[in-house]
Each structure stands twice: as structure tokens, then as C-alpha cells.
């Protein structure tokens, strides 16, 4: 079974709105989503056990506590459940994504970092592990990121990453899969042509 959009999840930002207005209807989300077949202690995987004030659940049997966002991205996250769903809606229903500074500016986030960091966090958690590699003929090319440099030209930068991409090229349908690394070793020494 597929999630269906308006039915598993919000089909449009005015709809998470009204889905998640506050934490306990996140919560309620993603219990939904980890055991839809009900819960289980993860410990001795009883099925016993109730529901505490704090949210969490305890295991009538061994006495095991487990939250909901336990060994997820949402794992001691400060910022509340509902910006991290609002920001994992405009991550993903817009073309190009989203830049930190624009989900710092669309939330009202107090600082860039908050921002980049939830960012990295789901970009992070997309990857698939023990992904296939690219195959076939791929394109790689690099670039520059971080904006403009005052009296830098071309390729000499101090404070740029380099990021480079390769993409599956298929004749005659146009690009496959794709894949990116930042070379952060770029950002602490600096580049020369």
C-alpha cells in the first residue's frame, strides 16, 4: 500500500496546518507511522504497556520507557515536532527545495544554524544505505558554494566548498539517478587555480 496524499499525509501546506497544529498531533502521526500494527516493547517486544503523561510509552513487562521520535531524526531535537514537519513539507514540495536562510525566513527560526542543521538532519536520513552506485555512462562536474567572495577571482576562494555531482546520462530519456559530495576539506584550506 502507497501513501495517499490527503489521506496519509497533508496535500497541501494549508492541510499540515490543520493536520499537525501542535506536537501531540505529531506524535500521534508518528505512532501512527512506527506501529501501525501497534506497539512493541523494542526491548523484550511485549505488546503490554500503557501510555504516560510524558508521552512515552512504558512496557508493562520489562519497564522499558521508549518515545516515539526514539532513533529518529526527531531524537533530542529542541525545536518543536511541528516546525520539523513544516519544514519537511517545504523541503519537499517545491521544486528546487529549500535553502537554510529560506526555512529560517519561512518558520521565523531564531537563528540560520537551527535551520541548517534540520536540513542536514533530513537530507541525511534520505540517503539510502547500501545504495546501487551510478552506472552507464554519468557526468561528473563541480562547482563553488557560498555565495560571492570580495577580491576573489575564478577558482581561488577561502571560504567556498567544493561540491561535486555526477548523473546517470540515459540516452535517448535524458538524466537518471544522481549523486553529490561536498568536499569539505575546501572549506579550511584555500583553493588556488
Known sequence: M??????????????????FPDDDACRDYLDW??????????LCVSRDG????????????CGRQTSVTAGTIFHHAR??????????????????????????RALGLGSYQTAWAMLH??????????R??????VE?????????????RGRQTETKAI??????IEHPKGFGRSDACVCSTFLTSPRTA
Request: net charge positive.
Open 132 to 137: 546501487e552506485r551510478l552506472r552507464g555512462h
Open 33 to 42: 507511522l512506527r506501529w501501525r500494527d501497534g506497539w512493541r516493547c523494542p
Open 140 to 152: 561528473v562536474d563541480e562547482a563553488y558554494g557560498g555565495g560571492d567572495e570580495q577580491g576573489v
Open 2 to 19: 502507497f501513501p495517499l496524499a490527503s489521506r496519509h499525509y497533508p496535500g497541501s501546506y494549508d492541510e499540515l496546518l490543520a493536520w
Open 79 to 104: 525545536s518543536p515536532l511541528w516546525v520539523w514537519f513544516a519544514a519537511a513539507w517545504l523541503m519537499t514540495s517545491q521544486k528546487h527545495g529549500i535553502s537554510a536562510l529560506g526555512l529560517q
Open 50 to 61: 500503557w501510555l504516560l503523561a510524558s508521552r512515552r510509552r512504558e512496557c508493562a513487562r
Open 121 to 130: 538532519r533530513y537530507r541525511k536520513a534520505m540517503v539510502r544505505p547500501g
Open 163 to 168: 561540491v561535486a555531482i555526477a548523473v546517470e
